[in-house]
């Protein structure tokens, strides 16, 4: 069986994406897309330019890569102009339907 991950993830050797099990949503009670609280209808949903392991908003980054995930884009950008030309996680992206709310995490889970 071959998981699935987004294009942009911050796996080194074929890891898993550290980042999108760190990622927590805005309160930081819960792990992104999956809050319970108030925010929750605009929490848990994934469109538009998104962080690198796309379970955040672009600039909204809450894992431990949140320093370089939601500095300003130097350069070339990609069509929406939030992430770098080669790194677009929206839909526009050859790997836009990924979508990490549709992963099951077997690894933390018991």
């Given at each position: 069986?071959?998981?699935?991950?987004?294009?942009?993830c911050c796996?080194?050797?074929g890891a898993e994406?550290?980042?999108a099990q760190k990622a927590t949503c805005s309160c930081g009670k819960q792990?992104?897309?999956q809050c319970n609280c108030g925010k929750a209808s605009s929490e848990n949903t994934v469109q538009g330019p998104r962080c690198s392991c796309r379970?955040?908003?672009a600039g909204q980054c809450t894992c431990d890569?949140?320093?370089t995930e939601n500095a300003s884009v130097c350069g070339a950008t990609c069509a929406c102009g939030s992430r770098p030309a080669d790194a677009c996680t929206c839909e526009?992206?050859?790997d836009g339907g990924f979508n990490p709310a549709l992963e099951t995490d077997f690894t933390t889970r018991k």
């Open positions: 069986m071959a998981i699935t991950k987004a294009s942009t796996t080194k050797d994406c550290i980042c792990s992104a897309l379970a955040r908003p890569r949140a320093s526009k992206a050859a």
